[in-house]
């Protein structure tokens, strides 16, 4: 067997770092940040997943976080270019990846969501997107895959809030599937009372309305979207909207009192 030849200049000549540095990709143009925008912002969570990072780098990350979490709902496609810039950055912390693909998942770039929160999942073995992910699936319009996935054993163990956005999506995906009678049967269940508010009963109380307009039931569709409406102190759904479509008048509701 030949001996080793391990004399200098005899191995594979490795690239000078500049020349590495030079094949990367140029990084794409990131958003303006605003100057009264620090990164401070953050919750101490997610602050502290990014001490890893090099001081500048954790608070470029972090300000793009901040817009990005700022934008999300009143301008979408600039929230993604802020989370977009922070992934560039640093791709192997959670609460990042997290963050791009809720931005993408609110532009409707499902594929890429769906990739992005599966990374986020497993760096930090975190269970909470599930739900996000199962709507994924059927903004690909895959639903028999959402519905499958709100059946896993880790779905058991999110909280209340999360099995609800579950049990939401499930219905949907029903819906999807052309089963609308049973999109309304898997919304039964004791969070489904009018007189038991809690943070997602605007929500669930909606997706019922849904599911019984479509399974041909439209005086209780109303009836629950006036609950809904009743129940959305925040504004997360357009009950009231609905309402009137379809019956035709708006009703009022306790927030309108």
């Known amino acids: 067997m030949a001996e080793r030849d391990d004399r200098p200049g005899r191995r594979a000549a490795r690239p000078p770092r500049s020349a590495e540095r030079a094949a990367r990709p140029p990084r794409a143009a990131e958003p303006p940040l605003p100057d009264d925008v620090t990164g401070a912002e953050l919750d101490r969570g997610v602050r502290a997943e990014l001490a ?33 810039a922070a992934r560039e950055r640093a791709g ?9 693909g809720l931005a993408a998942y609110h532009t409707g770039r499902y594929a890429e969501a769906l990739a992005e929160l599966r990374a986020a999942r497993r760096i930090s073995g975190d269970h909470s997107l599930l739900p996000v992910m199962a709507d994924c699936e059927r903004g690909l319009g895959r639903p028999e ?64 309305a849904e599911a019984l307009d479509e399974a041909g039931r439209p005086d209780e569709a109303l009836e629950w979207l006036q609950h809904a409406a009743d129940a959305d102190e925040d504004g997360e759904t357009d009950a009231a909207e609905r309402l009137a479509e379809l019956g035709g008048v708006r009703f009022v509701t306790e927030n309108d009192a």
């Not at 954790?58 to 977009?84: F, K």
């Open 52 to 84: 890893s990072l090099a001081k500048l780098n954790a608070e470029a990350v972090s300000r793009h976080l901040v817009m990005a979490g700022r934008l999300l709902d009143d301008d979408p496609e600039t929230a993604y270019t802020h989370a977009v």
């Open 92 to 100: 192997r912390v959670a609460a990042v990846r997290e963050a791009a």
């Open 145 to 208: 895959r959402a519905l499958a996935m709100s059946t896993i054993p880790e779905v058991r163990g999110l909280d209340g809030l999360g099995q609800a956005e579950m049990l939401i999506v499930a219905s949907g995906a029903r819906r999807d599937m052309g089963q609308p009678d049973a999109a309304v049967l898997l919304l039964q269940g004791p969070e489904l009372r009018p007189d038991r508010r809690r943070a997602w009963s605007a929500r669930l109380f909606y997706a019922y």
